[in-house]
């Protein structure tokens, strides 16, 4: 008899996309794409047209002009998450979120109450169906990483297991860039040694591996290409970055323009930390440029802060120093995040001057503002600088 593993893989398939479609029938079967200047996320019908996530919106639009552009919705997109992480918990009690649409769940101590893991997987996938209206893929393995191939195989709307006897015949089978870790100049090393698949890779030298990769690369890989992965379904993970992204299109963008971003981005993310009891101690700036390439620099602060006028003021430095390189290659996308969080409140400077002073005041205003905004929403309570200006709701970066 076939032995199943019982590791699970829930992957929301589309996930902004199919919230828009699950939201406004009209959509169903249309090509959809969540965002204008880029794209933040596309339908199935929008993909096989060639529209990927991140690309240029005109691009998009050139290759799929009877697409359906919406704005993103972060509220909607926050409530259909934690309504599919309540069915998943329903499910099991081990589930380790990875992002805002897609988790492990550890099922293996279900088997006599609720059976075999892959009937478990398949009717979490009717759950999330019939109590959120949306399609979910599920991949069923003995490891994590294999549960997430699977998953990613089965999509879209579909269900794979992975049985324990044939994992390496599966794997082994598969392309190397399926391989975590294998981005475009990985791939590029790997089939001018002429590896191709992950049976390859997995019968290629590890010394060998290593002088082509380097160690640590060599390593990781050699272990996946041979389905070792020991890491358990961790649950009550806590993040160890807050962090959020505004896509502003292709264009000039003067710097007044960059700053509202940079404001709202950082109010944004202050404002969770606050409401999450949590301090951070690096700032972090994430920069896309109009050629898609990408640019991150950061800046560690002299002690974990959740104020909202230390984290603006160190992003500004930030953005102040990639000033010239954004007039040169222009900006598509911006983000903020805080790293390095605590869940100690960070300590007052001793003693109480003035200096002090001000910073007790301006933790108290930050307070007094949270609490508006959690009554009567975010946009109650707005900087000068940001009257009278359109923003695009900022997409959330997702924890490490």
């Known amino acids: 008899m076939a032995t199943e593993g019982t590791v699970l893989h829930a992957d929301l398939d589309s996930f902004f996309a199919s919230v828009e479609q699950r939201d406004d029938p009209s959509l169903l079967g249309r090509p959809v794409i969540v965002g204008a200047g880029v794209v933040m996320a596309c339908s199935y019908e929008a993909k096989a047209r060639g529209v990927r996530t991140a690309m240029g919106g005109r691009q998009a639009q050139r290759l799929c002009p009877e697409a359906v552009v919406v704005p993103p919705r ?6 259909a998450s934690k309504a599919v992480f309540e069915v998943f918990r ?26 075999q893991p892959s009937t478990i997987a398949a009717q979490l996938r009717v759950d999330v169906r019939d109590r959120v209206g949306l399609p979910i893929s599920v991949g069923v393995a003995r490891t994590k990483y294999l549960a997430k191939v699977a998953s990613a195989m089965s999509k879209p709307d579909g269900l794979l297991v992975v049985h324990v006897e044939d994992e390496l015949r599966f794997l082994h089978a598969l392309p190397v860039e399926r391989l ?25 030298g590890l010394s060998e591996l290593v002088q082509l990769l380097g160690p640590a690369a060599a390593h990781h890989l050699h272990a996946l290409a ?20 505004h896509a502003v299109g292709r264009g ?15 109010d944004r993310v202050t404002r969770r930390l606050r409401a999450a009891g949590r301090v951070g101690s690096t700032v ?29 003021q160190t992003a500004r430095q930030l953005m102040r120093s990639r000033a010239d390189e954004i007039a040169d290659r222009g900006c598509t996308l911006v983000g903020i995040s805080v790293n390095g969080l605590d ?7 001793l003693p109480f001057t003035a200096s002090s002073g001000r910073a007790l005041d301006s933790a108290a205003l930050e307070g007094a503002v949270d609490a508006v905004r959690d009554k009567y929403g975010s946009k109650a309570v707005r900087r000068a600088a940001q009257i009278g200006r359109s923003e695009r709701a900022p997409m959330p970066i997702l924890p490490d």
């Open 74 to 79: 972060m509220d909607a997109y926050s409530a």
């Open 90 to 115: 329903d499910t099991t009690p081990l589930v380790e979120g990875i992002s805002i649409d897609e988790a492990f769940l550890e099922v293996g101590g279900l088997r006599r109450i609720r059976g």
């Open 180 to 204: 975590w870790g294998v981005g475009p100049k990985t791939s590029e090393k790997l089939h001018s040694a002429r590896l191709h698949t992950v049976g390859q890779v997995a019968a290629f």
């Open 226 to 245: 041979h389905n070792r992965d020991p890491r358990r379904v961790e649950t009550g993970r806590r993040r160890r970055s807050m962090g959020s992204q």
């Open 252 to 266: 000039p963008h003067s710097p007044a323009e960059l700053d509202v971003v940079l404001i709202g981005l950082v």
């Open 284 to 312: 972090t700036l994430r920069l896309r440029f109009d050629d898609f390439t990408r640019s991150t620099s950061s800046r560690t602060l002299p002690r974990p802060t959740s104020s909202t006028e230390t984290v603006l």
């Open 343 to 349: 869940d100690h409140p960070a300590q007052l400077v």
